[in-house]
């Protein structure tokens, strides 16, 4: 399925160590949060209708198109919401609503002196990820399908697989469930155009008000792996959503190895790296 009606956001340090680690902390330096273990911002990865980089259409679920130019280009793991948004008369989201959620890549650039954090994230096509198999939401709270589940996430590299984020809970996200929402309702809305972060609500606005969204909730820690190698062309990289109830770590490492995933509980993203 292609979401190209679809507005694509993303939540920027929204789990504890991944913005050291990605080398990004320096860029949120002057950014003040009510909450200082609290995400730092919202970011756009895709506005549908719009001119130039951030309107073109950047997931893919099999493929990560290397960027031309000589950058390194890291995954980050993480979890992406599908959701209805609800707006008033003056073009204020009143309501997100995440519908299904799934195994996502948030692949970004690694680059110093980025004046915005959407300039590293959408290069051209196939420069993101979205699995193909969502799960669907029952309630986003606390009770709710989502709190058993984890995310792991490997690379395979001249047929050896090493892990390349922890295997972590979903329920570990600084923010999550109500507390999530409320905090991205009020960025959306609010967030004006300083520093690394951009005018969330006017770019809606341009889009004319998106009924729905795909919006990443904030990328998982590295292992040491992961931290210090980038993307090679033949790489694949594998990220795994799954329930916990139904699966331990040990057996989601077999799929893997397989190229081999279960259908019930998991949302699993594999991806090859090809340059153009």
Known sequence: MEYKAFIGLGVAGNFALHLEQAGESADFKDILTEDPNGPKGMFPFYIPGRE???GTYPLSSNTILLPNEECNVQPEPEVALICDLDYDADGNVTAITPKFFGAYNDCSLRKEGA????????????????SSTLIAIDAFEKGGVMDTYRIASFLRREGMLMRYGEDVELTGYSF????????????????????????????????????QAIISIGATRYTRFGEINFLQEGDEVIVVVYDNAKYCTNPILSMANRNAFESEGISALVQRVIRA
């Open 176 to 211: 999550f469930y109500g507390k999530l929402l409320e905090w991205m309702k009020k960025q959306i809305n609010s967030q004006s155009d300083f520093g690394p972060l951009e005018p969330i609500r006017e770019y809606l606005l341009d889009a004319e008000n998106p009924k």
């Open 115 to 130: 004046e915005k954090i959407s300039h590293k994230k959408n290069w051209g096509e196939a420069s993101k990820g979205l």
């Open 52 to 54: 130039g980089q951030l």
